[in-house]
């Protein structure tokens, strides 16, 4: 089982910046970021193998930057530009093998919020 800490979530202002990070209890293939926003299902922002090979939604691909660090067992989200429509609860996941979507992740973290508004 592989335990996933997520920090970073923030209360900002639009056109704010955040780096949102996550520590895996071990090494694993995939990492990857997620988020829920209200009233919306949970979706894939981006996933990044331990080979550093990134992979982005297509709608994330402009403000988001998904990045790894193998030897901490750690991944990052830097957010850029942020607006309310951000709001949500941001996931670390994790898998062994490359995230299919509609396929989800089998590994999680608790979610850390990110809030934009003025």
């Known amino acids: 089982q592989v335990q996933l800490v997520e920090s970073g979530g923030d209360l900002v202002r639009p056109g704010a910046s955040l780096r949102l990070s996550c520590t895996a209890s071990?090494?694993?293939?995939?990492m990857a970021w997620y988020r829920q926003v209200p009233g919306k299902q949970r979706e894939l922002i981006a996933q990044?193998?331990?080979?550093?090979?990134?992979y982005y939604a297509p709608d994330m691909i402009d403000r988001f930057t998904i990045s790894r660090v193998n030897h901490k067992n750690a991944v990052y989200l830097s957010l850029t530009n942020l607006t309310p429509d951000d709001t949500g609860l941001y996931y670390c996941a994790a898998d062994a093998q490359r995230i299919r979507p509609p396929l989800m992740a089998t590994f999680w973290g608790q979610g850390t919020q990110v809030t934009v508004s003025s």
């Open positions: 071990q090494s694993i293939y995939v």
């Open positions: 990044i193998t331990s080979a550093l090979s990134p």
